[in-house]
C-alpha cells in the first residue's frame, strides 16, 4: 500500500518558471490538501479539495491554483515561481464524514522546493 | 493570525524523562484536536488525538491532557526515548466545516541517551 506519493522528491527552480507538484493517493479518500512547511511557521495550508470537482483556498493560496480532476490526483501548480515559495510542500489526504478516526489527515513525502 | 500556538519551540529531555508539550487556541468551535509527529525528511504521522468532550486520552507512553475551559491542551510524553526525538506538532480542526486543520509552529525534541 503506498498511501499517498509526490513528485518529484525536490527540485531547484528559476524564479518566473512555471512549476506543478504532484500527488498522488491510493486510499479513495474524498478529502485531500496541499500544506507548505516553513521553519518557525508550522504547518500552513495552501489550498483543499473535499471531493472531486472542487476545490477551496486555505491560509496561503496566493501564487498557487489547485485542481481536482479526480479522485486519487491533486496537483499544485505555481504559475509563476518567486524565492517566498521556497519551502516543503506536503500533500495529505482524508475522509470527512463521520466518526472520529476519520478525521485523521494521512501526509505524503513532500516535496522540497527550491526558487532561485 | 495563528489559530494554534506552540510552545516550546525546542525541548531536550533526558532519556526516561517527561517531555511535555503545549498549545493554546482561540476558537471555541474548534472540535478535533490532533498531535502529529515527525521525523526528519518525513512526512507528519497522527500521533494521538482527542475530542473535547474528555479531558485526557492516553495512548501508551503518550497522553493528551485537555483543559476546555483554558483552552489548552497538551501532549506527555512518558520515558522518553531517543526515539521520540522528532518534531511534533498540535493542531486543531471543525471537523463541520471539511476537516481543514489548523497546525501549531511545532516543537523539536531531543531525547539525550
Not at chain 1, 508550522?42 to 471531493?51: E, P
Not at chain 1, 472542487?54 to 524565492?83: I, Q
Amino acid at each position: 500500500i503506498a498511501g499517498i506519493t509526490q513528485a518529484p522528491t525536490s527540485q531547484i527552480l528559476a524564479a518566473g518558471r512555471r512549476m506543478t507538484l504532484r500527488c498522488t493517493q491510493d486510499m479513495r479518500h474524498n478529502a485531500m490538501y496541499w500544506y507548505r512547511q516553513d521553519l518557525g511557521l508550522g504547518l500552513r495550508l495552501i489550498h483543499y479539495s473535499n471531493t472531486a470537482g472542487t476545490t477551496g483556498k486555505g491560509e496561503v493560496p496566493d501564487g498557487y491554483s489547485v485542481s481536482r480532476a479526480n479522485t486519487d490526483d491533486f496537483p499544485l501548480t505555481l504559475a509563476s515561481a518567486v524565492p517566498s515559495q521556497t519551502s516543503v510542500y506536503f500533500c495529505a489526504s482524508s475522509w470527512t464524514s463521520g466518526g472520529d478516526l476519520i478525521n485523521e489527515q494521512f501526509f505524503g513525502p513532500g516535496t522540497r522546493l527550491t526558487v532561485l | 493570525q495563528q489559530q494554534v500556538k506552540q510552545s516550546p519551540q525546542s525541548l531536550i529531555v533526558q532519556k526516561g524523562g517527561i517531555s511535555i508539550i503545549n498549545c493554546a487556541y482561540e476558537n471555541t468551535a474548534f472540535d478535533y484536536f490532533p498531535w502529529y509527529q515527525q521525523f526528519p525528511g518525513k512526512g507528519p504521522a497522527l500521533l494521538i488525538a482527542i475530542r473535547p468532550d474528555v479531558s485526557e486520552k492516553k495512548e501508551g507512553r503518550f497522553t493528551i491532557s485537555f483543559n476546555k475551559s483554558a483552552k489548552q491542551f497538551s501532549l506527555h510524553i512518558m520515558d522518553s526515548q531517543p526515539g521520540d526525538s522528532a518534531t511534533y506538532f498540535c493542531a486543531a480542526s471543525l471537523s463541520l466545516v471539511g476537516n481543514q486543520f489548523y497546525f501549531g509552529t511545532g516543537t523539536s525534541l531531543t531525547v539525550i541517551p
